[in-house]
């Protein structure tokens, strides 16, 4: 099946952003999140797709390849998680088809692959920092031989069929036609003796145990790059780099934006009316927060820096505290009696007790006047 455009995907224009890129990642991953999505797997398969296309376009050289050759472009690309440049292999095309080619001599050991590794953080672990081990499947270094791929006490000989160029000319007719040579395979050495360890790769499959310290305030989208954490390299060719990408999980209580947070909190009918004093939650525990008399559902109070610190500046966001005033469920028949008593009350006064009630009331008669006129 044919891959989507990623900018359909993130559902950006062309000419977007590197923060609007991230902004459209980090909206649509808490949408389509398996946290969320409960074992859909077509909402799994778009996460994983967002995922893809979030990688291409987040990492400037792997965009400009897609940007020219598509998917294809990205998959090869070494700006992001690929192996090779796009240089190189058309060197190597017209190199092989007409003698010439962007490189001369033999073929150059490539720098390892990058990697990639998915790390889920709790709201906590993100708003407060973290250090964390992640074990990592990729190759190394063969220290027996310290990458050379060669046994200990030997080395690779230079190729006598190409004699270290790692190309051959073959002849046909009044043409002549460079060749991957077909010995050394385009590397212009052999190793006759190769190391028992890695076989001559000079590099081996390991599974690798990192640190890795997450710093406070991170948020779902953000990368954490350790150079030469990646794959290794050919022959003693440096290492990758190994990219940390963070996902936030939802959480039971707060919901993150930016660096402020939000959060539902009940109150009772009596601490609507009258005011009063409550305890709401934060991440650094309880506080009290003050309601004022009169307080209707939705009213939205605001603490300041009790948000996340953020993880590129010193300054912290706040909490926004949204109160929903709590309908009384199960009354005896006093308590009902009680409520009927204190609305007649309430009816009987000529003070306004209920000024959305009366507003939506006199809206209400308005509009059916002008129906009826």
Known sequence: ?????????????????????????????MKYHPDRTKGDSALEEKFKELQSSYEILSTPQKRAAYDQYGHEGASQGRGGFGQADFGDQF???????????????????QQGSDLRYNMDLTLEEAVKGISKEIQIPTLVHCEQ?????????????????????GQVQMRQGFFAVNQTCPTCHGKGKIITDPCNKCHGEGRY???????????????????????????????????????????????DVFVRDGDNLHCEVPISFTDAALGGEIEVPTLDGRVKLKIS?????????????????????????????????????????KQCELLKEFDALCSSSSKKHKPKSDGFLKSFKTFFDDLAG
């Open 91 to 109: 060197g190597d095309i017209f190199g092989d088809i007409f003698g010439g080619g962007r490189r001369g001599g033999a073929q150059r050991p």
């Open 205 to 251: 499959q390991r599974s690798k145990t990192l640190s890795v310290k997450i710093p406070a305030g991170v948020d779902t989208g953000d990368r954490i790059r350790l150079s030469g954490e990646g794959e290794a390299g050919e022959h003693g060719a440096p290492a990758g780099d190994l990219y940390v990408q963070m996902n936030v999980r939802q959480h």
């Open 1 to 29: 099946m044919a891959k989507r455009d990623c900018y359909e995907v993130l559902g950006i224009d062309r000419s977007a952003t590197e923060k609007e890129i991230k902004k459209a990642y980090k909206r649509l991953a």
């Open 293 to 333: 008399p009169e307080t209707q559902t939705g009213r939205m109070y605001r603490m300041r820096n009790k948000g996340v610190k953020s993880v590129r500046s010193q300054t912290t966001g706040d909490l926004m505290c949204k109160v929903i005033v709590e309908t009384p469920v199960k009354l005896s028949t």
């Open 145 to 165: 031989c310290n990458g050379s791929g060669a046994k200990t006490g030997t080395q690779a000989k230079t190729c006598g069929t190409c004699h270290g160029q």
